[in-house]
């Protein structure tokens, strides 16, 4: 056993709601006098790395020890921790550029569902994008499509 414990499990009411957790986290960089850090830029980076610290833990598990990766205590906290400092800082980033995040992600959705309508038979159906996030069938964009910032041709 160990002395990691996340809070959901004591016993706590239902758990916050994204605009409470984006107010907690301005109040808490706030009180500090964090602000001046919490540039675009530093937001960005300090992302990066703790989605990297995500990585780091599943680096060298086979698929299979990846599914069970919760099933461990220690490494499980190690999970909901690095997952925690990920979205404190993808929060923290849409508070400075004022993005809301849901609907960012409402809207991306609407766009894949037209980019990648569901197959109705064959064996591609459901299949996974091919490395660089193109679909395996071989989708190409339209002549003129600009990639989102950070998509891959």
């Not at 107010?23 to 830029?41: G, S």
């Not at 960005?44 to 990766?69: D, G, H, K, Y």
Request: glycine content about 6%; aromatic content about 6%.
């Amino acid at each position: 056993m160990t002395d990691h414990h996340d809070s959901a499990s004591a016993g706590s009411a239902a758990p916050p709601d994204l605009a409470a957790l984006r107010r907690r986290l301005a109040e808490f960089a706030a009180a500090r006098d964090w602000q001046p850090y919490h540039t675009p830029k530093n937001l960005v980076a300090a992302l990066s790395v703790e989605a990297s610290e995500l990585v780091e833990i599943f680096q060298w598990l086979t698929p299979e020890e990846s599914t069970r990766v919760m099933a461990d205590p220690d490494t499980a906290f190690r999970v909901r921790d690095e997952v925690a400092d990920v979205l404190a800082y993808l929060l923290q980033l849409c508070e400075v550029l004022d993005i809301d995040p849901l609907a960012a992600l409402s809207a991306k959705i609407d766009r894949n569902e037209q980019r990648f309508p569901p197959r109705s038979a064959g064996p591609a159906r459901g299949a996974a994008p091919a490395p660089g996030g193109r679909p395996a069938s071989g989708e190409r964009p339209e002549p003129g499509e600009r990639p989102e910032p950070g998509e891959r041709r």
